[in-house]
């Protein structure tokens, strides 16, 4: 089960606090997974389709409930799904199908025409508990979120770009930062980025969703901490082994060219204790000394030897 699927799962087991929320996801539901057929003069069916049970068991409730009709509900194998069972709910009776679109505010009669109308009305989304229920049906009836383990991104995918404006402005209105772009014939309302898509799921309701993104982002932030760490570590390693590597073969030109007795005592000391510990750090280099001496002392003497190779190269 997808991570997706299981988000929409749980959103669509959620109570309803009351009628006008109810109305509000139906007419979500309706711009973003209807398909209306016309059967005649001015004589409508309404269809919606879904491959999640509780979803399509939410549509088939809020439809009694509103409309107290019995609305046919037909489940057959959806070969685009991978042979994934897909649940139809249909509304056959004309006058409940209009009712329907009436109420989303998708239709308007002008002259004995029906018209389509794709803004969402005012009325529908007043108030915040009715914006957060219009946000909710429209992810139930078209949105996805990707598993959060891969990437962040959740996303409305819209058939019309009236009505992806106005839902992107919807979600906006809770100050986030929704955007949109066409795909093939659709409108994709998308964010990308992880607190977002945290904040939309809090308003949405699906709070379960919300936890595991969380402990995923959690989990993230921590290995990514680990990760830089690890590389920063291995990166002083390797100059801390070069930096050996390169004082080890200087000494060695000055022992070949005028010997290491030849140096001063403190430069001396330093040289002797580096050839027998190459794997020491400098402040371990700096413990051994006879009067002990700091990183920044014993690098200091370091660099003198290096120095003093250097003058011998250019002589030999």
Same mark, same amino acid.
């Given at each position: 089960?997808?991570?997706?699927?299981?988000?929409?799962?749980?959103?669509?087991?959620?109570?309803?606090?009351?009628?006008?929320?109810? $109305?509000?996801?139906?007419?979500?539901?309706?711009?973003? %997974?209807?398909?209306?057929?016309?059967?005649?003069?001015?004589?409508?069916?309404?269809?919606?389709?879904?491959?999640?049970?509780?979803?399509?068991?939410?549509?088939?409730?809020?439809?009694?409930?509103?409309?107290?009709?019995?609305?046919?509900?037909?489940? *057959?194998?959806? $070969?685009?799904?991978?042979?994934?069972?897909?649940?139809?709910? =249909?509304?056959?009776?004309?006058?409940?199908?209009?009712?329907?679109?009436?109420?989303?505010?998708?239709?308007?009669?002008?002259?004995?025409?029906?018209?389509?109308?794709?803004?969402?009305?005012?009325?529908? /989304?007043? %108030?915040?508990?009715?914006?957060?229920?219009?946000?909710?049906?429209?992810?139930?009836?078209?949105?996805?979120?990707?598993?959060?383990?891969?990437?962040?991104?959740?996303?409305?995918?819209?058939?019309?770009? #009236?009505?992806? =404006?106005?839902?992107?402005? +919807? +979600?906006?209105?809770?100050?986030?930062?929704?955007? !949109?772009?066409?795909?093939?014939?659709?409108?994709?309302?998308?964010?990308?980025?992880?607190?977002?898509?945290?904040?939309?799921?809090?308003? @949405?309701?699906?709070?379960?969703?919300?936890?595991?993104?969380?402990? +995923?982002?959690?989990?993230?932030?921590? *290995?990514?901490? #680990?990760? $830089?760490?690890?590389?920063?570590?291995?990166?002083?390693?390797?100059?801390?082994?070069?930096?050996?590597?390169?004082?080890?073969?200087? +000494?060695?030109? /000055?022992?070949?060219?005028?010997? !290491?007795?030849?140096?001063?005592?403190?430069?001396?000391?330093?040289? $002797?204790?580096?050839?027998?510990?190459?794997?020491?750090?400098?402040?371990?280099?700096?413990? @051994?000394?006879? #009067?002990?001496?700091?990183?920044?002392?014993?690098?200091?003497?370091?660099?003198?030897?290096?120095?003093?190779?250097?003058?011998?190269?250019?002589?030999?």
């Amino acid at each position: 089960m997808s991570f997706s699927f299981k988000t929409k799962n749980s959103l669509a087991r959620l109570e309803f606090e009351d009628e006008i929320t109810r $109305r509000t996801e139906l007419a979500a539901f309706v711009r973003m %997974n209807a398909t209306v057929k016309l059967v005649g003069l001015n004589k409508l069916k309404l269809k919606f389709a879904t491959e999640n049970a509780a979803i399509a068991r939410r549509i088939f409730s809020i439809l009694k409930n509103l409309y107290r009709i019995h609305t046919e509900v037909v489940v *057959r194998k959806n $070969r685009q799904l991978k042979k994934k069972n897909l649940y139809v709910v =249909r509304v056959e009776d004309s006058d409940v199908a209009i009712q329907i679109l009436k109420d989303s505010g998708m239709i308007f009669e002008l002259a004995d025409v029906f018209n389509m109308d794709y803004v969402v009305p005012e009325e529908l /989304i007043d %108030n915040t508990e009715l914006m957060r229920a219009y946000i909710r049906g429209s992810f139930l009836g078209g949105g996805s979120i990707n598993d959060p383990e891969k990437n962040y991104h959740l996303e409305f995918v819209s058939h019309n770009h #009236i009505h992806a =404006r106005d839902l992107s402005e +919807i +979600i906006n209105s809770f100050d986030l930062n929704s955007k !949109i772009v066409k795909r093939k014939e659709n409108y994709i309302v998308y964010l990308k980025e992880s607190e977002q898509i945290v904040d939309l799921l809090n308003i @949405m309701g699906a709070h379960n969703a919300l936890l595991e993104v969380e402990n +995923i982002r959690v989990m993230k932030g921590m *290995r990514n901490n #680990i990760n $830089r760490i690890v590389n920063c570590e291995t990166a002083n390693l390797s100059k801390t082994i070069d930096a050996a590597i390169r004082q080890c073969e200087n +000494i060695q030109i /000055i022992e070949s060219m005028i010997g !290491i007795e030849k140096l001063p005592p403190n430069l001396r000391e330093v040289a $002797r204790l580096r050839i027998e510990n190459q794997e020491a750090s400098l402040k371990e280099l700096g413990e @051994m000394l006879t #009067i002990p001496l700091g990183k920044s002392g014993v690098n200091h003497r370091l660099r003198k030897i290096d120095k003093i190779a250097d003058e011998l190269r250019g002589k030999s």
